[in-house]
């Protein structure tokens, strides 16, 4: 399985403004997933990020309020724009296991927007 | 969205006994993998299955996959604390790289 590492692991920040989730991956692979865990749910996936093209982004989230990067084929970041208290949560990224169907995780980084 | 319903929500158990984790979808996942998430931490993937009927075991865990391939259990026989958090199931659609996470279910196992 792959070793992920997220940054920061939690921040605190005031409604209005952005941060920037850093992912990375101690492997190569072709694709990543941004997922959102809000307080007591489970997980709701963003989108997915490929290296060399545009992410794509699940039904109800746009680029303008979470743009992904993936430079290469080991690291991806996502932003969280203007933000609300209604963007308090969990972020998670994953990638794609050999095994069919298998993701694994990073830590998470939570967030509280006040 | 494809919805997995998973029951219980909630589970509360002395250490010792037995319980089981349900997982049932109207779609039907070429894959379905479960997780583990603790305080803290991303979820962990305890196991995938593939196969409709398709039985694994994980020294106390029991994991079925349905024969149609739209539902699965996990069965924990002798609970232990160590075995408290959150457990998620999480389905392929066939032809689809992402995965739909079921709604679910915290357990507690009491010492």
């Known amino acids: 399985s792959a070793v992920i590492s997220q940054k920061p692991s939690r921040d605190i920040c005031q409604r209005g403004t952005s941060l920037t989730i850093q992912c990375q991956v101690d492997s190569q692979v072709t694709m990543m997933f941004w997922y959102r865990q809000q307080p007591g749910q489970s997980l709701t996936l963003i989108a997915t990020?490929?290296?060399?093209?545009?992410?794509?982004?699940e039904s109800g989230f746009v680029i303008d309020k979470f743009p992904i990067s993936r430079p290469n084929l080991t690291f991806s970041t996502l932003t969280v724009s203007n933000m609300s208290p209604e963007d308090s949560s969990i972020y998670l990224c994953?990638?794609?296991?050999?095994?069919?169907?298998?993701?694994?995780f990073g830590p998470g980084t939570r967030l509280l927007v006040l | 969205t494809q919805l997995l319903e998973q029951s219980p929500q909630f589970l509360s158990i002395q250490e010792g006994e037995n319980l089981t984790v349900y997982c049932n979808s109207s779609?039907?996942?070429?894959?379905l993998q479960w997780y583990r998430q603790e305080p803290g931490e991303g979820p962990v993937l305890l196991v995938t299955?593939?196969?409709?009927?398709e039985v694994k075991k994980l020294k106390r865990l029991t994991f079925q996959f349905g024969d149609a391939r739209k539902d699965s259990s996990l069965h924990i026989t002798a609970a232990q604390p160590g075995d408290t958090g959150l457990y998620l199931c999480?389905?392929?659609?066939?032809?689809?790289?992402?995965?739909?996470f079921g709604t679910g279910t915290r357990l507690t196992v009491i010492p």
């Open positions: 990020a490929n290296q060399g093209s545009e992410a794509t982004y």
């Open positions: 779609s039907v996942f070429s894959s």
């Open positions: 299955v593939v196969t409709g009927g």
């Open positions: 999480a389905g392929e659609e066939t032809g689809a790289n992402n995965l739909f």
């Open positions: 994953s990638v794609e296991g050999q095994a069919q169907g298998t993701q694994y």
